[in-house]
């Protein structure tokens, strides 16, 4: 079960050291290795690595903030089922922390704290990180990383796009009402079928 509710690669993505320097293009401007590859599930890597070996696969990149790893959610949130960890807004970036960060007790109160490490947190989520998210659901396993975890899952996918199709019809609808067709223009007064009845009125001859 655990299996299914966590994917083989991210354990093995938070095990992983970042922002060591290339051994294969330690001379160039960007040789820190902060990307990982979900495709081939190996080390880190830099840009330029990412160029010529994983041209074609799914890679995420790693960023830091604080001497952690973080990652942004745009990113992971496309491979990974991310509710009920903590996110944060850095450099107008939102991003989620890889791993559990030591943090000193304080004496005040907090409303919401990491069910894993006891982390203070700004949200009423259950995980401080990715990580503490792993431990949570091998001990109690009622949440999943799995963005299929759900059984009706494709019926909402079904449910969603005709919902769509109909906010689509509807803002079609709402823009004919806005903005009514143009009408024809009307027709010459030389139309053989709009005829004005009655004596014609003949212009005088020129002299």
Not at 34 to 45: H, K, Q
Request: aromatic share 6%.
């Amino acid at each position: 079960m655990q299996q299914q509710l966590v994917p083989p690669w991210l354990e093995k993505l938070l095990g992983t050291a970042f922002f060591s320097v290339c051994r294969t293009h330690g001379a160039a401007a960007r040789s820190e290795c902060n990307m990982y590859c979900l495709d081939c599930n190996g080390d880190a890597f830099c840009f330029y690595c990412r160029s010529s070996r994983h041209k074609e696969h799914q890679v995420i990149q790693i960023r830091r903030s604080s001497y952690h790893d973080v990652v942004r959610v745009s990113e992971i949130e496309k491979v990974l089922n991310i509710n009920g960890v903590q996110t944060y807004v850095i450099n107008s970036a939102r991003v989620l922390f890889l791993n559990e960060r030591p943090q000193p007790k304080s004496g005040k109160a907090v409303s919401h704290i990491c069910e894993i490490c006891g982390r203070s947190l700004l949200d009423a989520l259950r995980f401080c990180s990715l990580g503490c998210k792993v431990v949570g659901i091998k001990r109690n396993g009622n949440t999943s990383f799995m963005l299929e975890d759900i059984s009706s899952s494709s019926t909402r996918m079904i449910s969603s796009s005709s919902t769509r199709r109909e906010e689509e019809e509807l803002r079609e609808g709402s823009q004919q009402d806005i903005y009514p067709p143009t009408p024809p223009p009307p027709l010459s007064s030389t139309s053989s079928t709009r005829r004005r009845k009655g004596i014609p009125h003949r212009a005088p001859f020129g002299s």
